[in-house]
């Protein structure tokens, strides 16, 4: 085998309460990419659609994901990365995190599978970090292990796999503003109450119980952020009409997606899925900004070769 073909899928960070650790992987939207075994030695990006971004590998975090398991492998040959680009930089749906797995995902299944997904999780964070100034794994752990998942610890590396109820059906919409992640940080407030905190921790600890029990009950009523979308939100135009419609439509609950500005919604079932999004379709042209909408499932098995 010389050659992968490969569906990178779109994630979604952050969950409501999980900020920096929970995440989960969409089946709807997600970038193509080939990777390809060359003589020549070294890592090449030899063809970028879709999007302008940049072809230098240290510039890409797709190049410097490559080069951090390559530097480790030190194989006898190169690499030729291709990238098919669906997913929009700075949508907040991973679209980094899809292309520094991409990179890491294939070249290992070119080398006969040496590495772990969690090691390849660590080369990809290395990626990661071109794009966030820090390293982070709430994107990339569920592009490459698929489902949910929660970041343990980056120090060390621990990410868990939770299960995921059969019938949770993902709405994401993705208004086209642009938000700068600095900015989207930049707003968060440097420490929080111990009541919130409580509130906070309270809810990871019964989505998580929620979704080890299929009980879509207990996940709707822990979807709730009281440390980061109080503030986050006020970068996105009409989050709170996003959130009453879906609710009225039927979510179990709405948050940010990682940074946003997309906005994702959980849902019991997919015709419920498409009722939330013909409603949210509706209401949210009253915005009068451009946007993008999904129904997706949630992808169980992250990204996969298709060739
Ligand atoms: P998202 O949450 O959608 O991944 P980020 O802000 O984390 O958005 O990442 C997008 C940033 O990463 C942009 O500045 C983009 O130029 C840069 N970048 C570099 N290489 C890539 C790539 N292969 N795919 C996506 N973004 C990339």
Redesign the pocket.
């Known amino acids: 085998m010389n050659e992968v073909k490969l569906f990178s899928p779109a994630t979604v960070a952050n969950v409501s309460c999980g900020f920096d650790v929970l995440g989960f992987c969409l089946d709807a939207i997600g970038d193509e990419m080939i990777i390809r075994k060359t003589v020549e030695k070294g890592i090449k990006i030899t063809k970028i659609e879709g999007y302008d ?2 072809f230098e590998v240290e ?4 190049g410097v994901s490559a080069l951090a398991l390559y530097h480790d492998a030190n194989p006898d040959c190169g690499f030729e990365i291709e ?1 098919y ?1 669906h ?11 899809a ?1 520094a797995a991409g990179s890491v995902y294939g070249m290992n299944l070119l080398l006969g599978s040496p590495y772990s997904p969690l090691e390849l999780t660590a080369f990809a964070m290395k990626g990661e970090a ?3 100034q820090c390293e982070h794994a709430d ?1 990339i752990a569920p592009t490459l292990f698929g489902g949910f998942t929660l970041v343990k610890s980056l120090d060390p590396l621990e990410v868990l796999q939770i299960p995921t109820p059969a019938d949770l059906f993902a709405v994401v919409i993705h208004p086209q503003i642009e938000i700068k ?1 600095a900015d989207s940080r930049k707003i968060l407030p440097e420490s929080i109450s111990l009541k919130n905190a409580i509130t906070q921790w309270s809810n990871v600890g019964s989505l998580i119980h929620g979704l080890h029990t299929n009980d879509y009950e207990l996940i709707s009523r822990s979807l709730n952020d009281v440390v980061v979308e109080p503030f986050r939100s006020q970068l996105i135009p009409g989050f709170e009409r996003i959130k009453r419609t879906a609710l009225e439509s039927g979510a179990l609950g709405t948050g940010i997606s ?2 946003g500005p997309s906005v994702f919604n959980l849902c019991k079932s997919e015709a419920t899925a498409h009722k939330i999004e013909q409603a949210i379709r509706v209401d949210y042209k009253k915005q009068e900004i451009p946007f993008e909408i999904y129904v997706s499932k949630i992808n169980l098995d992250g990204i996969k070769q298709i060739n």
């Not at 510039?59 to 797709?62: E, G, Y």
């Not at 997913?87 to 995190?97: D, L, R, T």
């Open positions: 971004l940049p510039k890409n975090v797709a990238i680009k997913i929009k930089p700075g949508s907040g749906v991973g679209s980094s995190a292309s071109l794009a966030s994107n992640t990682g940074s």
